[in-house]
Nanobody, 116 residues
Framework: QVQLVESGGGLVQPGGSLRLSCAASGFSFSSNAMSWYRQAPGKGRELVAAISSTAGGTNYADSVKGRFTISRDTVKNTVYLQMNSLKPEDTAVYYC?????????WGQGTQVTVSS
């Protein structure tokens, strides 16, 4: 059973920081790329950041480059998204994702609200 559980969301002021966590189970964590998506009100789900399973390479949406950092802890089977310099437009539900073989798996999401 593949399971992804996000946590760490909340309300933060513009310019503030949050660290999201995604606890993974049910698959070989170290053998799969992981990613974070987000979905803002009235918008589709957007890829925010991804991290590879091999060299640890990362990719980011242009809108978050220089502000967000994705990382993974293979001991804890957890992927993180460190979000700095948050903007109101970062407000969204953030989802953890893994593609394993032919299937895509999602967590339940965690709400991030950036507001003064």
């Amino acid at each position: 059973q593949v399971q992804l559980v996000e946590s760490g969301g909340g309300l933060v002021q513009p310019g503030g920081s949050l660290r999201l966590s995604c606890a993974a189970s049910g698959f070989s964590f170290s053998s799969n790329a992981m990613s974070w998506y987000r979905q803002a009100p009235g918008k589709g789900r957007e890829l925010v950041a991804a991290i590879s399973s091999t060299a640890g390479g990362t990719n980011y949406a242009d809108s978050v480059k220089g502000r967000f950092t994705i990382s993974r802890d293979t001991v804890k089977n957890t992927v993180y998204l460190q979000m700095n310099s948050l903007k109101p437009e970062d407000t969204a539900v953030y989802y953890c994702n893994v593609v394993r073989y032919y299937s895509s798996y999602w967590g339940q999401g965690t709400q991030v609200t950036v507001s003064s």
